[in-house]
């Protein structure tokens, strides 16, 4: 149950690890070019087309995923609305600390990374274990995960920040707006999931291509500034026209 609810989550991190695999190039060069600027502006922009992909998906995941088990499998399959919330939050951390670690790695500061990493491995390890045996399931061993990542959310922007010039309370506060935004989306999202059902693929699709525009209009708006709109705009004409890996 736990595997087939996961099934579309997953497609968050294989999209957002190609996004990432294909900038990792031209971070490369701008850190060995020492261009400490241009790789700043780079990594916000990485972080805000991540953020954008993983809460419009997540959304959709969170608001769609019970029909989609239904259609496919089965209702009786599905872990719970719960669940399904908790592993798009859980794929959701993931992927945009996974952003901050690939910078870290092109740094060579690879020796706190790895403590830090074990001490979350340990933790997460030790609270989802704990709430496994209090009888939470699956949304305990999510949660443990969740919690177990907490300090990875500290200490990898604080590190990349200190190599890139940007203080931890700089990067908290530039994020503020956009996590209260997924939070309401995700929310949202859940809530309407109760309310809203599609009996047949026909109508499974077709209401999955109409959330999503809604979603990602909304996200487009209430999440980012119009400077930050613009720039994404440009980012991705770019990317387009001269390929992810390109610096420029």
Do not use: H
């Amino acid at each position: 149950t736990y595997a087939l609810t996961r099934q579309i989550p997953e497609i968050l991190v294989n999209i957002t690890a190609m996004l990432g695999t294909g900038v990792t190039p031209g971070m490369g060069n701008l850190m060995g070019a020492g261009e400490l600027d241009k790789l700043k502006r780079l990594r916000v922009e990485l972080m805000l087309i991540t953020w954008l992909a993983v809460v419009s998906i997540g959304s959709g995941i969170i608001l769609w995923n019970k029909d989609f088990i239904g259609l496919w499998v089965g209702e009786e399959y599905f872990a719970g609305q719960s669940t399904t919330l908790l592993i798009v939050i859980m794929i959701t951390q993931f992927v945009l600390l996974r952003n901050d670690a690939n910078i870290i790695d092109l740094t060579l500061d690879l020796r706190r990374k790895v403590l830090v990493a074990l001490f979350s491995v340990c933790l997460s390890l030790a609270f989802s274990i704990g709430l496994l045996i209090d009888g939470w399931g699956v949304d305990g061993l999510c949660i443990g995960f969740i919690v177990g990542r907490l300090p990875l959310n500290v200490f990898f922007p604080a590190l990349v920040g200190a190599k890139l010039g940007s203080t931890f309370r700089q990067q908290l506060w530039g994020c503020y707006r956009p996590a209260v935004v997924a939070a309401l989306m995700f929310t949202g999202a859940s809530w309407l999931s109760y309310r809203l059902a599609v009996d047949t693929w026909i109508q499974f699709v077709a209401s999955v291509s109409l959330s999503y525009v809604v979603i990602l209009s909304a996200l487009l708006v209430l999440g980012l500034t119009s400077e930050q709109r613009t720039t994404l705009i440009q980012r991705v004409r770019k990317l387009s026209s001269q390929g992810v890996g390109t610096p420029a």
